[in-house]
DNA sequence: CGTGCATTTTTGTCCTAGACAAATCGACGT
DNA sequence: ACGTCGATTTGTCTAGGACAAAAATGCACG
């Protein structure tokens, strides 16, 4: 297996980090220490882009990089590997190990878990079919589903699934939520919802679970998918005569962005339009003008009762 | 409607132009001129983040930035505006007015584009769910979604459609299409193939079309959905004993990454896993040693069946 | 009047090295 | 145990220079 250098972009793509930080890194801590090509540009080894790989892990669980390079390589790997059900070293991995999952959905979390494990895609798919069909879709999403992703990032997070694996298991369930949409009738009424995730977040799983309990509830939703520019939120607020924006943040958005970009969509908006924002990466974030935020689908789905109530008087 | 000034990091969300490059128009073209905030950093007023976002397209059409700035205002809106079916001004363009429908397909286009326009998703998913199963689902692939999808593409790139207008068509498209591909049986024949796309192409409908096609030939087809790290491909590869690995670039996707993304995957995978490329970002494309580039979905299709009889031998 | 090849222009990305604000940490006092 | 305040950490921004790949142009030749 031929694993070749590869270039500060190529880098960027693998680790998702940024040019400037690997550089910066590379000043402060010493690490990664790339070599040149004939240009005089850096070229990174695979050892060392699997280190990055594994820093940029910790980090999500909330490790700080000057911390995670100032220790030995073997420190860093005896962090990855132990306490899958331990306590978070810091505040930011918090309710990561949420699960603990009882009774009969926990049974199935471990199962979907091996299933995964195993790469066995079509016995996934029945599996989470199957327990769509028992539960009934709004049990599914909110008993179900949504500890199956804070087990499953937490997995990534621990070095115990690649990012493939997450990919195989949000494909999976994707096509699971979406088939269950489909067959929801198609609403008319208010509160109309604009649903979709800002640029750079790709994450699409926790929208299509909000779509599934909003739809249920009788709302009129329609979906941008991921990644609209928030110019263009905006205009197909307008275009919808939506009543409500909904967006996704999930735990792996970069803390940093949300209330920035919160900020900068509440001042895009009329007045008229509320907005709301939900997901795990909208935990740590303290009250904005004309913006609610719910880190539980329960409440977003309360939220929806209180508008209707509102817009009833 | 309050439109604020944004940072230079808002700009490259909403425009896609990477920092870098705004940063060296301003320096070569004088365009644009962001004003200063107090720490020294550029903010850019509105008006030219639209200016911005025009020029952006007109590239994509296949000007270059050194003209488009070079002109007037007025004449740059002029070039925006006109020759909605008319030649393109370089070969960067050609094959984009493809669609020119003849008979049934170019009607429901044309209808399609209408509702689009009318931002109407119930009824815009009702008439592709129609002729879905009006065709069946090969010849709706490749008769009508593939023109389509240019259709859109051309309307997006002339500014008759707005970014949320084109994401209003994917998702519909794309619930239609994962609809049709949910009630396929699952095969488990030769040849295994692994779909996905590199970081930075988001788009996704090419991927389903594919795996429409390969699931309805037979094939057994296992979807990582968009942007997989190059190492994750490999790694999924090897799991799931893939014997194709299938990539999907769309017209927007910047072209020079192409060549040097499909040379890095040839070397991280196994020498026995065959690597095939599709979609309009492979256009242009040259030979490659190792990897196989169908810009038509009928000749990824032959290709399987030639990758059929070669493995029956 | 095209057509192939060489040269010039255009254009995006990479480079260095410094600076600063926001977030976090840690110590202190209550 | 809890809040406050200074110190540290960390990502992103700035400047201007450089270069290679792609595109456009010029030019000779059939």
Tied chains: 1, 2.
């Excluded at 979907?112 to 539960?135: K, S, T």
């Excluded at 949504?146 to 990534?156: D, E, H, T």
């Excluded at 195989?168 to 489909?182: P, S």
Aim: hydrophobic share 45%.
């Amino acid at each position: 297996m031929n694993r070749p250098y590869m270039t500060i972009a190529a880098v960027e793509r693998e680790t998702g980090l940024s040019k400037d930080t690997l550089r910066v890194w590379e000043r402060r801590y010493g690490f990664p220490t790339p070599e040149r090509d004939g240009n005089g540009e850096r070229i990174y080894a695979p050892e060392q882009v699997d280190k990055l790989r594994l820093v940029r892990r910790l980090m999500d669980r909330g490790y700080r990089p000057g911390r995670l390079l100032g220790i030995g390589d073997e420190a860093l790997a005896s962090l990855a590997a132990p306490a899958p059900s331990g306590e978070a070293p810091s505040p930011a991995a918090k309710g990561a190990a949420r699960l603990a999952g009882a009774s009969e959905a926990g049974a199935l979390c471990q199962q979907v878990l091996e299933l995964v494990r195993r790469h066995d895609v079509a016995a996934l798919r029945h599996a989470l079919h199957q327990a769509m069909v028992r539960q009934g879709l709004g049990r599914f999403v909110t008993d179900t589903v949504a500890p199956l992703n804070s087990a499953v990032g937490n997995a990534w997070m621990s070095g115990a699934f690649q990012v493939f694996e997450e990919h195989l298991y949000t494909e999976q369930m994707q096509a699971v939520l979406r088939q269950a949409i489909a067959t929801l009738p198609a609403a008319d009424a208010r509160p109309r919802m604009l649903l979709t995730t800002v640029p750079d977040e790709q994450h699409i799983l926790g929208l299509l679970m909000a779509e599934c309990l909003f739809a249920l509830e009788g709302a009129s939703c329609v979906s941008l998918g991921t990644q609209t520019p928030l110019y263009d939120i905006r205009l197909a607020a307008e275009a919808q005569g939506a009543d409500v924006v909904a967006l996704s943040f999930s735990a792996a958005f970069p803390q940093r962005q949300v209330a920035p970009l919160l900020t900068q969509l509440r001042g895009l908006l009329p007045a008229g339009i509320a907005l709301w924002a939900g997901g795990s990466g909208v935990e740590r974030l303290g009250e904005l003008p004309g913006v609610k935020c719910y880190v539980r689908l329960d409440e977003a789905v309360q939220a929806l009762r209180d508008w209707r109530a509102q817009a009833a008087s």
